[in-house]
C-alpha cells in the first residue's frame, strides 16, 4: 500500500492539494528518484532497522521473523543487502506498474460540507458512526 497524506491550509482548497500531489506523483513516475533521493531513503531504512535491532525485542523478532517466514534466522541479512541493492530503475519500474493504478482519495470535511472535498462534484459520501463501548461489549 502506499499512502500521501496532505493537510491544507487554509488558502488552498482540497482540489488544488489533490492536483499537486498528481503532478509529483506523475513526474516520479516519469523521472523516478534522483541518486540523491534514493541515498536517503536507503539511510532511512538503514537507520530504522538498525534501532529496531538496539533491543533484546527488536533482535529477537528479526530472528523469528526470518525462522518462521524463510527457515532462516538469518533473512534480515539477506533483506539488508537487498534494501541496498535497489537502483534508481528498480524503483521507477515498481512505481509505474503500481502507482499509475486506480485508487482512492479520502477527503475528510466537516459533516454537510462535501463542498469543501476534492473534486466534490465527483465524490461520495461516506459516513461512520463510532459507538463509545466500554467493558468489551
Known amino acids: 500500500m502506499f499512502q500521501v497524506t496532505v493537510v491544507p491550509r ?23 528518484p534522483t541518486a540523491e533521493e534514493l541515498q536517503k531513503a ?15 525485542l527488536g533482535k529477537a523478532n528479526q530472528l523469528i521473523s526470518g525462522a518462521v517466514f524463510y527457515g532462516n534466522p538469518g533473512q534480515f541479512s539477506v533483506d539488508y543487502q537487498k534494501t541496498l541493492a535497489v537502483t534508481a530503475a528498480d524503483v521507477k519500474r515498481v512505481a509505474n506498474q503500481y502507482l499509475s493504478r486506480s485508487r482512492i482519495v479520502l477527503s475528510v470535511v466537516p459533516k454537510g460540507k462535501k463542498d469543501q472535498a476534492s473534486k466534490a462534484t465527483e465524490s461520495e459520501a461516506v459516513s461512520v458512526v463510532i459507538e463509545n463501548r466500554r467493558g468489551g461489549k
Open 10 to 32: 487554509a488558502e488552498h482548497t482540497l482540489t488544488e492539494l489533490e492536483t499537486a500531489v498528481d503532478q509529483v506523483i506523475q513526474k516520479f513516475l516519469a523521472e523516478g
Open 42 to 56: 536507503k539511510a532511512g531504512l538503514e537507520l530504522g532497522f538498525l534501532r529496531g535491532l538496539e533491543s533484546n
